[in-house]
Nanobody, 114 residues
Framework: VQLQASGGGLVQAGGSLRLSCVAS????????MGWYRQAPGKQRELVAS???????DYGDSVEDRVTISRDNAKKSVYLQLNSLKPEDTAIYYC?????????WGQGTLVTVSS
């Protein structure tokens, strides 16, 4: 499975971005898809993940400011980022199947200026 992420860019603090990730093939709704991020010098961390039958999971640092959604027909997962802060600056990676054994996209850079 190949994952193509897009939507990153430069935004001012307080702004919003919507990230998109499309898979090369259908991924069953029961398989978790999500977004992780990695800032310079830091470990990769969960931003949000989603799968059918369960509430989405959100990382503690972003929980009130992001929304994850999924369109299985379009083989896509989306991440709406709101009220962005400079500390949200990172490469955001799309994932399918979980962080241990799943598939990763190439990442999209989000830069938040103060």
């Amino acid at each position: 499975v190949q994952l193509q992420a897009s939507g990153g860019g430069l935004v001012q603090a307080g702004g919003s971005l919507r990230l998109s990730c499309v898979a090369s093939e259908s991924i069953h709704s029961s398989i978790r898809m999500g977004w992780y991020r990695q800032a310079p010098g830091k470990q990769r961390e969960l931003v949000a993940s989603i799968r059918s039958g369960r509430d989405p999971d959100y990382g503690d640092s972003v929980e009130d400011r992001v929304t994850i959604s999924r369109d299985n027909a379009k083989k896509s997962v989306y991440l709406q980022l709101n009220s962005l802060k400079p500390e949200d600056t990172a490469i955001y990676y799309c994932n399918a199947g979980g962080p241990r054994n799943g598939f990763w996209g190439q990442g999209t850079l989000v830069t938040v200026s103060s």
